[in-house]
């Protein structure tokens, strides 16, 4: 595993082929029965306890996902750590909340719905947010009585890693949590094709969720998808505009713009579009790149040395179509970061919609400005891709607010 600062050596991680997955499966599947005949009222416990256990390594945690992922370590302590925690305590507290139903029918017959677990739940994560995807991922299919088997994606397996040993820790019987740290096509695909495996939580490119799609057909499997986006930012001319600037900003450069739910298209009603792309220049090109375990850093790498050239290819791909660089589009001078996985926070003028730039997930610190004229067109070119993932409005009409957003 590289640090994605420098490209330094972390550490070094075995990697789970075939074998290992059908082993953890077979863990996973004999520590169901007694696992899902666990009170869930325990269950919730130890979920909570797990919470407490996160918030006890809160730096430890921070500290490793950023050296990992890139992660600006103010982001990581004040953001993923507590997120995770508060996810798996969320969950401890529905553990014994899962309630069925019962149906009315004719008399003489009792129809009732039960929400038992469904087995072993496989899951599969992408590098983004790798410790928070721990909690999302297991803490609703451990609470709710299935057993796991983690596939952590191979660029940062550490914090998912570090999560199971404090599951462990805290009392998880062993079998119930699995995490197989290997790649998507050996592990990954093996797991999601793996017939001992009832579902599988997927997040991820649309390009390997369909693929997972395909594998879950051997018998039939459970599948929830959660796939790639080009979110639009809208902002209306009645905006409060230093709220929309900064938040505009947050939406495309947080954590270097990998987020499925990136604001990636920045679109601007004509009367503010000029005013606000001065103020979002400026506020684009004083965003401090460095070290992520700096406090000071406000944006560190992206999570690979194959990810940064991606994302500097759509530099060009922008260029060929006809999209004006406003600001970054390249690495940093700085000689301190030379090593490292960065790129400018970089602000693109793309007006026609069909240009791949407007299309494509680029994922990364790159927003491309268009402008619009009234609302009908604001939705037209918000909706105007294959994406529908995710999506912002600013304005300070609410009944427009909800009618857009809608
Ligand atoms: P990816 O699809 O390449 O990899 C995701 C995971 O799938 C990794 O663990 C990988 O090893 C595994 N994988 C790869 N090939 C596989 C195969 N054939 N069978 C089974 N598993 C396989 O995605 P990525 O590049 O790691 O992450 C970025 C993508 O994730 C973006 O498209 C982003 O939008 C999306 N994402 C979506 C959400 C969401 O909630 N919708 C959240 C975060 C990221």
């Not at 899902?36 to 919730?44: K, L, N, P, V, W």
């Not at 039960?114 to 721990?134: A, E, H, S």
């Not at 991922?137 to 040993?165: D, F, I, Q």
Request: net charge negative.
């Amino acid at each position: 595993v590289a640090n994605p600062h420098d490209g330094g050596h972390l550490a070094d991680v075995a990697e789970a082929r075939a074998t290992d997955v059908d082993r953890a499966v077979a863990a996973a599947r004999s520590a169901f029965p007694a696992w899902s005949a666990t009170a869930a009222a325990e269950r919730g416990r130890l979920l909570l306890r797990l919470a407490d256990a996160v918030e006890a390594h809160a730096e430890e945690l921070a500290v490793l996902e950023s050296s990992d992922t890139g992660h600006p370590i103010r982001d990581s302590t004040r953001l993923d750590v507590p997120r995770t925690a508060a996810t798996f305590r969320y969950f401890g507290g529905m553990a014994d909340k899962v309630e069925g139903s019962v149906v009315p029918v004719e008399a003489g017959f009792l129809n009732y719905v039960l929400r038992p677990p469904v087995g072993v739940v496989g899951q599969i994560v992408p590098w983004n947010f790798p410790l928070m995807f721990c909690s999302w991922k297991m803490g609703p299919a451990l609470a709710a009585g299935n057993t796991v088997v983690l596939k952590p994606a191979e660029l940062t397996p550490l914090s998912s890693l570090r999560m199971a040993e404090l599951m462990a820790e805290v009392g998880f019987p062993p079998g119930v949590v699995n995490v197989v740290p290997g790649y998507g096509h050996t592990a990954g695909a093996h797991l999601a094709a793996h017939p001992g495996v009832q579902k599988v939580s997927f997040t991820g490119s649309t390009e390997v969720g369909r693929r997972i799609v395909q594998a879950s057909a051997g018998n039939l499997k459970r599948l929830q998808l959660e796939l790639g986006g080009k979110g639009a930012n809208v902002v209306f001319a009645d905006a409060d505009l230093e709220a929309a600037v900064n938040g505009s900003a947050f939406a495309i450069f947080h954590n270097q713009g990998q987020a499925c739910i990136a604001g990636a298209r920045l679109l601007l009603e004509e009367p503010i579009a000029a005013e606000f792309q001065e103020r979002f220049l400026a506020l684009a090109t004083s965003i401090r790149l460095g070290d992520p375990l700096d406090p000071a850093t406000e944006m560190g790498p992206l999570t690979s040395p194959e990810h940064r050239d991606r994302v500097l290819s759509y530099v060009k791909v922008a260029r060929d179509e006809g999209g004006e660089v406003l600001c970054g589009g390249r690495a940093p001078e700085d000689p301190a970061l030379a090593r490292g996985c960065y790129v400018e926070p970089t602000v693109v003028r793309a007006d026609d919609p069909s240009c791949r730039v407007n299309r494509e997930e680029v994922f990364g610190p790159f927003v491309t400005i268009g402008t619009f004229s009234g609302e009908r067109q604001a939705l037209e070119l918000a909706n105007a891709v294959d994406y529908g993932l995710g999506g912002g409005l600013w304005t300070r009409d609410l009944a427009r607010a909800h009618r857009v957003a809608g």
